[in-house]
């Protein structure tokens, strides 16, 4: 009975790998196309122009988040 309500509290998601973050499949955050430019934002690398740190999913970065090339919006990028 105990081992039932331990796992039931494990469930938790991991703040290591939130849900809903692309990733390549060797565990990479997955990269990210401009669909106007061409940019790749790549969150394992982070992007030093919005100073976004390295390790930054896309998926995380702001909604104001910008293409720092042709300052297209996240609409515009594609995986
Ligand atoms: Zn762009």
Redesign the pocket.
């Known amino acids: 009975m105990i081992g039932v309500v331990m796992s039931a509290i494990d469930r938790k998601p991991s703040p290591s790998s939130p849900a809903g973050v692309a990733r390549l499949p060797d565990g990479r955050l997955d990269l990210w196309v401009?669909t106007?430019?061409g940019?790749t934002y790549d969150g394992n690398a982070g992007e030093p122009v919005s100073q976004t740190a390295p390790g930054t999913p896309f998926e995380a970065l702001p909604d104001d988040w910008h293409?720092p090339?042709?300052t297209?919006e996240k609409e515009?990028f594609f995986h």
Request: hydrophobic share 10%; net charge positive; charged share 10%.
């Open positions: 401009c106007r430019c940019y293409c090339h042709c297209a515009y």
